[in-house]
């Protein structure tokens, strides 16, 4: 079965520095894709970054991108220019091509100080 | 505005009783997923329905049902099975199940259901 760990239970940050967060997981699988995803207070679960595995170039969206590495099966996410809005619990994600079963890591509470 | 909603926000239950939470869409996702979250974990899949009319287990279906008479609506009851229904529950859609699954899910905003 495959497993997410996010290592990092808290985290945080000053305003306008760079973080990242961590994540591995475990598979068997060879094609899959990983997603980080934020949770604000409000609780609403909000996209930040998708992976498909079988591209080599790691995804980037405006001020988050990740480093992917596909053999030490570690997907983590960089948040440059922190903003206080970016205090948020981060979830790490893994799916496999063929199910339909999404595995969540327990999440990193992030919070960025002003 | 296209988007899923969940109605409660909250919701209280007294013990024995079974409570539906209902998830709505009106993105024309043909799949459907409902999640339990419990604080210090993350997301665990209870049910999810690829297409109109059929649905699956997750993990942790048992005390849980759900229904898929429309392509918008997937509502969940949680029964008096449930031992531990305390949580807070999140809705997901995606564009196509099955093979194409690893399409985004998209996420609506949560009830917080309480047993007294």
């Known amino acids: 079965a495959q497993t997410v760990t996010q290592s990092q239970p808290e985290m945080s940050v000053q305003e306008a520095e760079t973080v990242t967060l961590s994540c591995t997981y475990d598979t068997s699988e060879n094609n899959y894709y990983l997603f980080w995803y934020k949770q604000p207070p409000s609780r609403q679960m909000i996209l930040v970054i998708r992976q498909e595995a079988y591209k080599q170039q790691n995804a980037t969206e405006n001020r988050f991108s990740v480093n992917f590495q596909k053999a030490a099966k570690s997907f983590s996410l960089k948040i440059s220019d922190s903003q206080l809005g970016d205090t948020a619990m981060y979830f790490c994600?893994?799916?496999?091509?063929?199910?339909?079963?999404?595995?969540f890591g327990a999440g990193t509470r992030l919070t960025v100080k002003p | 505005d296209g988007g899923i909603t969940q109605s409660p926000k909250y919701l209280f239950r007294k013990e024995g009783q079974n409570v539906t939470l209902s998830c709505e869409q009106n993105l024309n996702h043909d799949a459907m997923y409902w999640y339990r979250q419990d604080p210090g974990q993350g997301l665990r899949l209870i049910y999810y329905?690829?297409?109109?009319?059929?649905?699956q287990k997750g993990d942790i279906a048992e005390g849980y049902s759900v229904s898929r008479e429309k392509k918008e609506s997937f509502p969940l009851t949680v029964t008096s099975a449930q031992k531990n229904p305390t949580a807070f529950y999140l809705c997901a859609s995606s564009i196509e199940g099955g093979h194409s699954s690893t399409d985004t899910q998209y996420f609506g905003p949560g009830t917080r259901l309480t047993v007294l």
């Open positions: 329905s690829q297409i109109v009319n059929d649905f």
């Open positions: 994600a893994f799916i496999g091509y063929n199910n339909n079963d999404m595995r």
